[in-house]
């Protein structure tokens, strides 16, 4: 038996891409984000002094224009307004997932659903016990909530006044939020996780960090906050309730060297400093490491730290790593290495291996690899919190939808996760795959891009039923579980 008996097998979404429900909470960010696609980046419509209309676009890190508004266009249409009504449908969601035999599902809030503007004096009581009414659901069938607090979502109000996490009073709001759901919660949640792929916040756009900038000195300093005000809330939580777990999330896209030539290997190291144990350093040893200091100085960046910053990331280190899994990249010094465009997670093309439709290289052993690089450098216990395949599911004629390349990606990965767990003895708490029921693509705003065992019906201009059908992969997931991962054919 490879798995403890308290793996904690399920799915993982995130609040702006399932649950719609807009008039039920205040605008965030990700709500004036339009849909893009693979060639295409998302936009945010905005307004220039002059009364003329243009965009930024998110991924690009364009600079709001002086004086510029942002707003909502009623020509263009925006995907997080109604997503998959997850709002209206959980319990039918959450029943799917207690049929797959899920032992915990992974989910977001939507900050603005608990505080609609940010700076309410009082929390939502609607909001609140919306999520009660989620938590319960899922308690009912033997699903452990695992809570991310923050999953790419800012309050649109304080945007305005803050002018983002660059404002270390986005901090105070935030751990007011936390406070309210620590509290509220204690009792229904006990895994938690502070911010979503926080190493990807940098270059996130308007939507993680609440305002747009291509001035890098900003926008490590909005990480700063960040980097504060997530280890405050691991301390908070410890002080609510000690039996909270709280982990760190990471976006790991891990590279290999492109050669042999040493030139390629310290670049793939400086590489995998900047972009990802920068992150788990601080989440994890609770300081700044020294390589990070420096190439930060030497980009000219000169952060404002507080003397108690570095009290409270010491005292807000986690109980564990939460890491997503897609895809894996290439260190090269070639100045003419080609780069997948559009999407959130851009890596450099492998030769060795195959990619997705959307240009995703698909690599099961570079998980074991990330398991065991990351365990070995920290010794905490993991946790897989997202994997899995985002493509085109077409039903046939009878409309089943028969998703053997999905069953397949999945197989592989979790073959190459066995293996880290029996042979190389990570510690690993569990395996949420990503999107469980079809949800809108957070890099491209399509809907297109599937990564569900329930297909939804609609499309990625927001026509369809939204009706769920379970595709073949679904089965294929119960039996996993139900062996507590010994059956993987
Ligand atoms: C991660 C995010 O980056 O990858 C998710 O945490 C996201 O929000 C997932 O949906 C897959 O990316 P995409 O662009 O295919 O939705």
Not at 171 to 179: E, P, S, V
Not at 484 to 489: A, F, P, Q, R, T
Request: proline share 3%.
């Amino acid at each position: 038996m490879s798995f403890k008996e308290s793996f904690l097998w399920g799915g993982a979404s995130a609040a702006s891409q399932v649950e719609g429900g807009l008039t039920h909470r205040g605008l965030a960010t990700y709500d004036f984000m339009t849909a893009g696609n693979k060639n295409t980046p998302r936009k945010v419509s905005i307004i220039l002094k002059d009364g003329t209309k243009d965009f930024v676009y998110n991924f690009r890190k364009d600079d709001l224009p002086v004086g510029a508004q942002i707003e909502l266009n009623d020509q263009l249409y925006y995907p997080s307004h109604e997503a998959i009504d997850f709002y209206g449908h959980y319990k039918e969601d959450i029943a799917l997932m207690a049929e797959m035999g899920f032992k915990c599902y992974r989910m977001s809030l939507a900050w603005t659903r608990i505080y609609p503007n940010g700076d309410d004096a009082l929390p939502s009581e609607e909001g609140l016990q919306f999520y009660d009414d989620v938590f319960d659901e899922c308690l009912k069938y033997g699903i452990e909530p695992m809570v991310t607090t923050v999953h790419f979502d800012y309050p649109f109000h304080l945007s305005k006044k803050l002018g983002g996490w660059i404002n270390r009073a986005s901090i105070d709001y935030y751990l007011k939020y936390c406070f309210t759901i620590f509290t509220r919660y204690q009792h229904k949640v006990k895994y938690w996780l502070t911010f979503n792929e926080i190493n990807l916040l940098l270059n996130n756009g308007y939507r993680s960090l609440g305002f747009c900038s291509s001035n890098e000195q900003e926008r490590y300093q909005a990480l700063h906050h960040i980097f504060v005000a997530s280890a405050k809330a691991v301390a908070l939580a410890r002080s609510i309730n000690p039996k909270f777990k709280i982990g760190m999330m990471l976006a790991n896209i891990m590279s290999y060297p492109e050669t042999c030539n040493p030139k390629d290997q310290l670049y793939c190291m400086e590489t995998a400093r900047m972009t990802r144990y920068f992150y788990t350093d601080i989440q994890c040893r609770g300081e700044y490491p020294a390589y990070v200091l420096n190439a930060i100085k030497k980009k000219g960046i000169d952060l404002i730290m507080e003397e108690s910053d570095r009290k409270s990331l010491k005292n807000g280190t986690v109980d564990f790593i939460g890491f997503s899994y897609y895809n894996t990249s290439v260190a090269t010094t070639r100045k003419d290495k080609k780069v997948t465009e559009g999407n959130q997670m851009m890596a450099v093309e492998n030769p060795y291996l195959e990619k997705s439709e959307w240009g995703w290289t698909i690599d099961p052993i570079g998980l074991r690899l990330s398991l065991n690089d990351l365990y070995s450098r920290y010794q905490l216990p993991l946790m897989i919190v997202e994997n899995g395949l985002g493509t085109i599911d077409t039903p046939n004629e009878s409309g089943q939808i028969i998703d053997d390349y999905r069953i397949n990606y999945l197989r592989q990965h979790l073959m190459q996760m066995k293996i880290a767990v029996e042979e190389d003895g990570v510690d690993l708490m569990g395996y949420t795959l990503w999107g469980p029921i079809d949800l809108i693509s957070s890099g491209t705003g399509e809907m297109s891009k599937r990564y569900g065992l329930v297909y939804v019906d609609l499309d990625d201009e927001g026509n369809g039923t939204k009706k769920r059908i379970k595709k073949k992969s679904f089965d294929w997931y119960k039996e996993v579980i139900q062996s507590n991962g010994e059956i993987l054919e």
